[in-house]
């Protein structure tokens, strides 16, 4: 059965879609079973974030119109990703109460279901809520956002859905400890990544490419791997985590290394 995770915010634009799709193509790198979905109905974009040329969407599913598996397609590592359309019918036919059926579809072939919403409060984040294993909020490290977010982190709360952590993303010159309390006691819950502001980030958006795949020695890369290891339950030896990539373990760290640090 798949650990399902929601990656939530409050207001838009804090990264969730950057980390979730990152965090699961660094699991998939890892050798795990892994699942994107864009639960974004509204205004999707996981599909371009992976350069994917779509046909059957989401959307398609959640109106009844075609079997889920015509609407998965693989990403870089064979990471799968069942991404929503662009078009208003397409998000207007969709039903997000057909969202459970998909995951009981689902959730025996993969190891690990990652479910990127939509920012803000309504059906097209609490239907997704409700049926993760565990949440994870992606904020800024600004005080308007860490309070938006805990919003979304206590509606979790009123649906017994644990938040597994928080991410503080788009971090400039480190994150103070200041901050770094005030996250920690407002929300209840641990930092599990801390992810710098990274140019490679944006660049990797422009060409259509999880930044993992496309510049894995950059920082950010190195926090989102990190945050994946940690899911992965292989925090305990990250050695390929390190900045140059010395001494990896034989076996299964050597492999992954060779996919982290290709050129
Ligand atoms: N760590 C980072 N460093 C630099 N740019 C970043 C970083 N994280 C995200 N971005 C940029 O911020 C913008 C918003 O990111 P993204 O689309 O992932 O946010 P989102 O929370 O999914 O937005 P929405 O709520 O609208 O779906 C993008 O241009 C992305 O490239």
Avoid: W
Wanted: hydrophobic fraction near 40%; include cysteine.
């Amino acid at each position: 059965m798949a650990s399902i995770y929601t990656f939530a915010s409050g207001k838009g634009g804090t990264g969730k879609t950057t980390v979730s799709a990152n965090v699961a193509t660094a699991l998939a790198g890892m050798g795990r079973r892994v699942l994107i979905i864009d639960t974004d109905l509204g205004m999707a974009n996981v599909g371009l974030f992976f350069s994917l040329n779509i046909n059957k969407t989401l959307h398609d599913v959640l109106a009844g119109d075609v079997d889920v598996r015509e609407a998965i397609y693989e990403g870089p590592y064979g990471v799968k990703i069942l991404p929503a359309g662009y078009t208003i019918k397409g998000y207007q036919k969709a039903n997000i109460k057909m969202l459970e059926k998909v995951l009981d579809q689902l959730n025996r072939e993969f190891d690990f279901i990652i479910m990127d919403t939509p920012s803000g409060i309504n059906p097209n984040i609490i239907i997704p809520l409700k049926l993760s294993h565990y949440v994870i909020v992606v904020m800024n490290p600004e005080i308007t956002s860490i309070t938006d977010s805990l919003k979304t982190a206590t509606i979790a709360r009123g649906y017994d859905v644990p938040i597994s952590g928080v991410i503080v993303n788009r971090i400039e010159n480190g994150l103070s400890q200041n901050l770094r309390n005030k996250i920690n006691e407002s929300s209840g819950v641990d930092i599990i990544g801390e992810i710098p502001a990274d140019v490679a980030i944006q660049k990797s958006l422009s060409l259509q490419k999880p930044v993992v795949c496309n510049y894995p020695t950059s920082a950010a890369s190195f926090s989102l791997k990190r945050i994946a290891a940690q899911m992965a339950g292989i925090e305990s030896d990250p050695t390929y985590l390190n900045e140059t990539g010395s001494q990896p373990k034989k076996g299964f760290f050597q492999r992954i290394k060779g996919i982290f640090f290709a050129q």
